[in-house]
């Protein structure tokens, strides 16, 4: 039978802590909690008064809730034909001597309509990934567990979320992964303003001996690295070779830099320092957002696990690193290209089940032509 439990005491016992009557101190919810554990009997699931009767269900709720995406701006002009994304780049020329001024001189030649070529490089992105989630629905088989055919479709359609939730949520891992690669490349390339250790230019500027920890909860740190990453979005729209890990002419104007900041560091940053102009300009910027962590959450959430990243970037080259804090980036540093979503169907009628199958094939991308920079904490002896 259904377990009824007198929790008046337990009542009466909040009740005076919520008053101010007593020092708050444990509640035992046991008795008021139900964690859904139960496996009906038909000898012991029966009726209060005769124990006889068998308890039914009086309300089926199907547990499942669409996930929707954090919308993390991944995806680069979309396309369903063809597969590979070429990307063209012209070189900045240089100047030349005006000879104008030469006519009349000694020795002078005049050289007329030289051929000029411009440097053109280009790349071509050609990895796409792929993967499929399926299910089986029977015809006739699940309509024992259910009593009317209108719970039966809530049942399936709860099915057909998980695997659409399930294809949403592969989506975003995999957009996380291919920043948490690009995070790895700047950090392999250890370019002087690729990859900039935050507590460790602080310190060494203030004679500060701050760990990571403390630095989390330092006012005049967190005021700092705001500054610092504003300073550095600033400085990433004038043209230069520095910001980017293959010596290209590049500037991304503020409207195009893409600005995540972690979490556990935004918090951080909102809690300690609210007013600050430098905070508040980051956040303002078109392109910015918080995200929960790099590559995963962790057992714990963690700033050890939220800030970390594990990334193989090939047969030989492993990078693991955490303190990850922030990283920004031109718009074109990083994205999805091929994007094709498709459903196909497959019955068998002989065994009276039809098949569902969920097909994806995306194209992701790292350019380390273009700029970006990553802010990590990180203690040094």
Known sequence: ?????????????????????????????????????SVL?????TDLFTNTL???????????????????????????FGCIVQKIYVDLPEAKENKSWEIGKDGYKPEFAPVIKPSVKQKFFNKISTWEIDVTIPDFMLRTAFTNAT???????????????????????NANMTRASFIARKIKDAKPCGAINLLKEYNDLTGATLTINNALRN??????????????????????????????????????????????FSSATTAFMESDTYHNELVKLPRYESVP?????????????????????????????????????????????????RSATQRNNKDEYTNYYNKANFGYFNDMSENGIVFYLEETA
């Open 54 to 80: 068998v308890d039914r269900i009086g309300r089926t709720v199907f547990s499942v809730r669409r996930y929707m995406a954090r919308d993390d701006g991944m995806v680069r002009e979309p396309f369903e």
């Open 219 to 264: 006012s005049e740190f967190l005021k700092w690295s705001a500054k610092e990453i504003n300073l550095w979005v600033n400085r990433m729209s004038r043209m230069s070779t520095l910001f980017n890990d293959e010596g290209y002419k590049r500037h991304t104007p503020k409207s195009d830099i893409v600005v995540n900041v972690l979490q556990d």
């Open 293 to 341: 962590y790099w590559q995963g959450s962790g057992t714990k959430y963690s700033f050890a696990d939220t800030s970390a990243i594990d990334v193989r970037l090939d047969a030989d080259t492993e990078i693991k690193k955490s303190g990850i804090v922030a990283v920004i980036y031109d718009y074109m540093a990083m994205g999805v290209t091929l994007t094709e979503k």
């Open 1 to 37: 039978m259904s377990t009824v439990n007198q929790i008046y005491s337990l009542i009466n016992e909040v009740s005076k802590q919520a008053f101010g009557e007593k020092a708050i101190t444990v509640a035992d919810t046991s008795t008021l909690v139900s964690l859904g554990d």
């Open 41 to 45: 009997s038909s000898e012991q699931d």
């Open 151 to 173: 719970q039966m479709a809530s049942f399936i359609d709860a099915i057909f979320m998980s695997l659409e939730n399930m294809m949403t949520l592969a989506l975003e891992n």
